[in-house]
């Protein structure tokens, strides 16, 4: 892995940060008090801006994640319709003999057996009234199988870093403790959804309720519509699994993603949750660090017809501190390299480190200004000679 540092110490100057004016500092306490662990036995916020945690408990412990379970659900339809290998209008349907074991079971859509639906219906039913019998359709469909939509939701969760989680249903009703995940691997995918399937995520989250066959049913997630700037995104209840959520709010460019699991009443986890993200944006500043497309560095290449390309914010970057601080920022490029061609304009290839003082480090991806193809005999030549010459 080579680490290569673009600034180090601290950078309130050369980045623009104006100390704050002693007054203002004393008048703003630097730090409040986050919610209750009674309220929330396992919790996590984190600034997505910046990667950074702003507060935790217990955030890799595993639980039950019940319909939150339909959250990788959602995602892995998304890669697959963004892969194409799903379409919104495809239709599928409710077989009879899936209808007798998952049908009216929990919450539903009130699906019939045949009942065709297409994927875009399917994924409302799932995001906005959290449908355990449109995700068997929608997992039977896309995938043949029950198994095998179990198994590419896992394989994907692996693929994005969901290192503590596995699935072993598209919908989160018990299983008898095959489906866990961590309140961090929950972070990881709220992440991926976000920020991988803007367009998407902003089409089937966020709705307050869905009427099917006459029937309106309410999204019983508990920030849109009453946490500004927030969009999501699923709540879940089991006996088991006790009551848990997984929600994002942005204000001001700037998007806070919350996990609280383990609450003993609906009300004790709605409350806690919108309190951390009242409190994540009310105690913290955001700094901006790049705009989304700026060039954060370069990294060396190997096997390419160039010999460097150029490292891109693929969002906008900023750095949390407590509010009224003025806290001293380093940055750092990390990538394993030299990276090794072909590589495309667009692509996750680095990381950039982001430490404030006072704080645990957070990273961001970076993604290549160019595309970069393999070297031919000539650009062999030019870069052995390039080489010798440096």
């Known amino acids: 892995m080579r680490v290569f540092s673009i600034i180090a110490g601290a950078v309130a100057v050369s980045l623009g940060f104006a100390s704050a004016p002693a007054q203002a500092q004393a008048s703003r306490p630097a730090t409040y008090r986050p919610p209750l662990d009674s309220e929330a036995p396992i919790a996590m916020l984190v600034d997505l801006s910046s990667g950074q945690v702003l507060h935790q408990r217990n955030p890799d412990r595993r639980f039950m994640p019940a319909s939150i379970t339909k959250v990788m659900t959602a995602f892995l339809a998304f890669e697959l319709l963004e ?33 065709e639906l297409s994927v875009s219906d399917l994924l409302l039913g799932i995001n906005t009234v959290s449908a355990n019998d449109a995700a068997v359709v929608l997992g039977e469909g896309a995938a043949g199988s029950l198994g095998g939509w179990t198994k590419l939701m896992n394989v994907k969760a692996a693929e994005i870093g969901m290192t503590q989680s596995h699935f072993g249903t598209p919908n989160g009703l ?118 989304e497309g700026a060039k954060v560095g370069s990294a060396k290449v190997q096997d390419g017809d160039r010999r460097s390309l150029s490292l891109v914010a693929g969002n906008n970057i900023a750095a949390a501190m407590p509010r009224g601080t003025n806290r001293p920022i380093s940055l750092a490029i990390h990538y394993e390299g030299p990276l090794r061609a072909p590589i495309m304009k667009g692509q996750r290839v680095a990381e950039l480190e982001i430490r404030v003082d006072g704080m645990p480090p957070s990273r961001v991806p970076l993604i290549a200004g160019e595309d970069v193809k393999v070297a031919g005999p000539l650009d062999r030549l030019v870069n052995g000679f390039a080489g010798w010459l440096s």
């Open 83 to 115: 892969q194409e290998k799903l379409q919104l209008d495809q239709r599928f349907t409710f077989a009879p003999a899936s209808f007798k074991v998952w049908g009216n079971n929990g919450s539903t859509m009130f699906l019939s057996a045949n009942d």
């Open 174 to 291: 018990p299983d008898e403790g095959r489906t866990f995940v961590t309140a961090r691997d929950l972070v990881t995918l709220a992440t991926a959804l976000i920020e991988q399937h803007p367009d998407l995520y902003a089409r089937y989250f966020g709705h307050r309720r869905l009427t099917y066959r006459g029937i309106t049913q309410a999204n019983h997630e508990p920030f849109t519509g009453f946490v500004r700037g927030a969009d999501g995104i699923k709540t879940g209840f089991t006996n088991e699994a006790g009551f848990g959520v997984l929600g994002s709010a942005t204000r001001d460019g700037r998007r806070l993603v919350v996990v609280v699991a383990g609450s003993d009443r609906a009300r004790m986890r709605d409350r806690a949750a919108r309190s951390y993200l009242e409190w994540g944006f009310r105690a913290f500043d955001s700094r901006p660090l790049f705009d």
